[in-house]
């Protein structure tokens, strides 16, 4: 198994981990968050996710899959050494080849609290060869019996043994009775199971040892049709293992053999029994038959055709697993609970109560084994009429009347919903007051200022006393504090001299060797604005990386985050399209799609605002923004909660005008956009809420001087920020850059 096989095995596994901690997948269980202090049943199993199964609170929102599980129980944050668990706990072998880079691209996120008080137990997997769930039980490729009759020469075999006191004595003397022997049409062939097919030939063995299998256990299809029969030899001493006890006799071989006692049980119908035994040999079905149960019998290895036949007729009875009480037995009980958690089917697993198995229990005391099937048949029997009283119960919760006291306290929490004010109003006014908890993403063209908008909110968000995490791809931390920095130069000049001539820009700031130029006004400036941004410095996290940030690295540190200093931050990532890849298999779409899935996640397991800055596709510089222009945007457009987009004052369509009219005017526009920039004037930038999920869209402008980094409201800069072009022309360290294609 490769190492792409080896985690989707796990992740698949998730149903299997959890039963072996004692946990019932098929109803609600007790959260597994341990922040989340659950008396009640909030957690189950959520199939729906794009990412994989998981298992989801509906309470706390927690969302573990099988690897954060692991990850909790086991105290592990090491990626490698996990995987190396994952190899440990579901018994897989991994090509050595794959060892070393195990980790990378396997964890899509850490969660690095423990859960107290909860064993930890390894599964017993038999894993001979990978296959997933949905493939391990298909049912494209379950092929039907090719149909023999063999009700004639079946009936001879039964007659035989009848006649036969010795063979019946020997039947009898497994326990069963004559009435069974009867019902079942068990046989005897003193010459072997060859004997019975003089005229067929074709399905004669050649083995010499054919003569030694002289009992016969006829097999019904699911319609009931004779067309399989067992053979069985009853001194083992006599055969090789490669021969084994019984022999399967069927036009077509063993793969398109009736491999199942008692099929038809799995058939719906009026007829079908309400709880059935899962055996493992065909004498311990029929000792069940014996007392009264109803059985099936795999004979070998037939749980893989059981589950498909399950699929294939989804039957309403609960089962019980009673296989052997052995390692094998063991083992097989953890194949078909996977099988029939997967298929969603009820059980119960109850062995035999004092032997190896049930035939051994018949023998023994038929009273006692007798006493004891009724209460397996009591006890599955209790169990299907809880799981009716859960369905009954969940299904009748789905009723709006239930929901309508959370939906008014949901509105009286509402009343004091944490948000956080961007710092410009005509924004908060678009979106409610502020920020509020969920999915932000912004997009720009370059050069427009994106990262400067949202960096200046972050500020005004940190100087109000609320932490901040920047993620910073493609900046480095110097050039995001330099560009704040720059801001307050402008601020602080503007406030002590009314002017802009100590201003300075991001570059100027950074350059060390302009500092011998600079005169003392200008000095006295720069520390006056450091000293104001320091005033909130400490609620900014600034995390650099160029390629080595993803989505599980921004969770791991919004975790550390809240457990170190014990505030929720507001989350900044600059920007989406660069985040490293879950998968470098999978199409840039693909892995922003998932990036931003998780960040949404993110979002609403903490409650906290999450904002991705998002680049513009090429095509759509010059174009209207709209929820297109978002690159890569499947994920971008429907998983966001609230879609920005900054764009040039009067890049919209206007009435009337045709397509070569407005290529001319938007030319026109990105030219004089530009000269202003260059010469300190404002650039007049409209904000656009393309998507509000909880609220209304609309727009708005504001005034954006890119040679200071700074935002303000429309015409509220003053005349100050407003010199003629050659008093900005001496503004030492410009740096504004502009790259617009007019194509």
Request: aromatic share 10%.
């Amino acid at each position: 198994m490769d190492r792409e096989q080896a985690k989707e095995y796990v992740k698949q596994g998730l149903e299997q981990y959890l039963s072996s901690k004692g946990i019932n997948t098929r109803k609600p269980f007790r959260c597994l968050n341990p922040a989340h202090n659950d008396t009640h049943a909030s957690m189950s199993i959520d199939r729906s996710s794009k990412s994989g199964i998981h298992c989801k609170c509906f309470s706390c929102n927690a969302y573990y899959d099988t690897l954060d599980l692991i990850s909790i129980d086991y105290g592990i944050t090491d990626e490698l050494e996990l995987f190396n668990k994952a190899y440990e706990i579901f018994g897989l072998q991994v090509e050595s080849s794959y060892r070393q880079s195990a980790a990378e691209g396997f964890r899509e996120h850490k969660v690095p609290k423990p859960i107290q008080n909860r064993t930890n137990t390894q599964l017993q997997i038999h894993n001979t060869a990978y296959t997933m769930p949905q493939q391990q039980y298909s049912i494209e490729d379950l092929e039907e019996a090719q149909v023999v009759d063999f009700t004639a020469i079946l009936e001879a075999a039964h007659k035989a043994l009848l006649e036969n006191e010795q063979a019946l004595g020997y039947m009898q003397s497994r326990g069963l009775s004559l009435d069974i022997i009867k019902e079942y049409k068990l046989g005897y062939a003193a010459g072997g199971y060859n004997s019975l097919l003089k005229d067929m030939p074709q399905l004669q063995s050649k083995s010499r040892k054919a003569e030694l299998y002289k009992y016969i256990f006829p097999y019904t299809d699911t319609e009931g049709r004779l067309t399989y029969f067992l053979s069985e030899i009853t001194d083992r001493q006599q055969v090789d293992d490669y021969n084994g006890k019984y022999r399967k006799i069927c036009k077509g071989g063993t793969k398109l053999a009736a491999q199942i006692f008692n099929e038809r049980y799995l058939q719906q119908g009026a007829e079908a029994p309400e709880v059935i035994f899962i055996c493992e040999g065909i004498y311990d079905a029929l000792s069940v038959e014996e007392v009264g149960g109803k059985a099936i019998a795999f004979v070998g290895t037939a749980h893989r055709r059981f589950l498909q036949l399950c699929k294939k007729y989804k039957p309403k009875a609960t089962f019980v697993i009673a296989l052997d009480n052995d390692d094998a037995g063991q083992q097989a009980i953890a194949r078909v609970k996977e099988g029939l958690d997967y298929l969603e089917l009820p059980y119960i697993v109850r062995t035999a109560a004092s032997g190896k198995d049930f035939n051994d229990d018949l023998k023994e005391d038929k009273g006692s084994l007798t006493d004891y099937i009724e209460q397996v048949i009591a006890d599955a029997t209790e169990e299907q009429r809880k799981l009716e009283e859960q369905e009954k119960e969940a299904y009748v919760q789905t009723s709006t009347a239930y929901y309508l006291q959370s939906f008014i306290d949901g509105i009286e929490k509402s009343k004091t919903a944490t948000f956080y004010p961007t710092g410009f109003s005509s924004v908060d006014s678009l979106l409610d007051g502020g920020l509020y908890s969920g999915l932000y993403c912004i997009g720009a063209i370059s050069s427009l200022g994106k990262t400067t908008f949202c960096l200046q909110v972050i500020d005004n968000i940190a100087a109000a006393g609320h932490d901040v995490i920047i993620f910073s791809l493609e900046m480095a931390r110097t050039e995001l504090i330099a560009k704040s920095v720059s801001r307050h130069t402008l601020l602080e000049d503007l406030k002590q001299h009314n002017s802009t001539a100590h201003a300075k820009t991001t570059r100027g700031i950074t350059t060390g060797t302009r500092y011998a130029e600079y005169s003392k006004e200008d000095r006295a400036i720069i520390e006056a604005a450091i000293l104001a941004y320091s005033q909130y410095a400490e609620h900014i996290y600034i995390h650099e990386g160029v390629g080595n940030i993803g989505v599980a690295d921004i969770r791991a540190t919004v975790e550390q985050h809240i457990k170190i200093t014990g505030n929720k931050p507001i989350v900044l990532i600059d920007y989406l399209q660069i985040l490293a890849p879950f998968n470098d298999r999978a199409t840039d779409k693909q892995n922003t799609d998932k990036a931003v899935l998780e960040l949404k996640r993110l979002s609403r397991d903490y409650s906290i605002p999450v904002i991705g800055i998002s680049s513009f596709n090429r095509d759509n510089y010059t174009a209207p923004v709209n929820m297109a222009s978002f690159k890569e945007s499947g994920a971008v457009e429907y998983s966001s909660d609230v879609l920005l987009a900054l764009q040039y004052e009067g890049m919209d369509w206007q009435e009337g005008e045709s397509e070569k009219e407005r290529n001319k005017r938007v030319r026109e526009l990105m030219s004089s956009v530009i000269s202003k920039g260059k010469k300190g004037q404002a650039q007049s930038i409209q904000v656009k809420v393309l998507k509000n999920r909880n609220g209304s869209k609309g727009d708005t402008a504001i005034d954006f001087y890119p040679m200071f980094n700074y935002f303000t409201e429309k015409g509220k800069a003053g005349a100050a920020l407003r010199p003629a072009a050659d008093d900005w022309q001496t503004v030492s360290g410009t740096d504004i850059e502009q790259d617009i294609s007019f194509n």
